[in-house]
C-alpha cells in the first residue's frame, strides 16, 4: 500500500511559478509510473505529466515547456512539478499519483493551485 502526501500549492498570480512535491509511504517499484494530474470545476480529470523510475517523462501538450516533472534521485519516493508562467487555465486541484505495472492507481488527497490576478 503506498500514501500518497502532496504539498506546494496555493494563489499565485499569472506569470509566477509553484512547486508541488509529491511524498509516498510505501514501496515504489521499478515498473512504476509517477505522475501529476489535475482536475478543475466542471472538467474531467486529466494528466499533466508523468516520470518512471528510469526518469523517462511525458507531459501533457498544454504544459509542455511550462512544467517540469523531477524525482528525488536520493529518496525515490518524492517527486515533484514545477510550474512556470502559470496561467488562468492552470488552476485545479492537482493530484500525485502512483500507478502500478497492474494498472492499480494510488492518490494523494490533492492540492489546489490557484492562478489569478
Not at 523510475?53 to 519516493?77: E, M, Q
Amino acid at each position: 500500500q503506498v500514501q500518497l502526501v502532496e504539498s506546494g500549492g496555493g494563489l499565485v498570480e499569472p506569470g509566477g511559478s509553484l512547486r508541488l512535491s509529491c511524498a509516498a509511504s510505501g514501496y515504489i517499484f521499478s515498473r512504476d509510473l509517477m505522475g501529476w494530474y489535475r482536475q478543475a470545476p466542471g472538467k474531467e480529470r486529466e494528466l499533466v505529466a508523468s516520470i518512471s523510475t528510469g526518469g523517462s517523462t511525458n507531459y501533457a501538450d498544454s504544459v509542455k515547456g511550462r512544467f517540469t516533472i523531477s524525482r528525488d534521485n536520493a529518496k525515490n519516493t518524492v517527486f515533484f512539478l514545477q510550474m512556470n508562467n502559470l496561467k488562468s487555465e492552470d488552476t485545479a486541484v492537482y493530484y500525485c499519483n502512483v500507478r502500478r505495472s497492474t494498472g492499480f492507481n494510488h492518490w494523494g488527497q490533492g492540492t489546489q493551485v490557484t492562478v489569478s490576478s
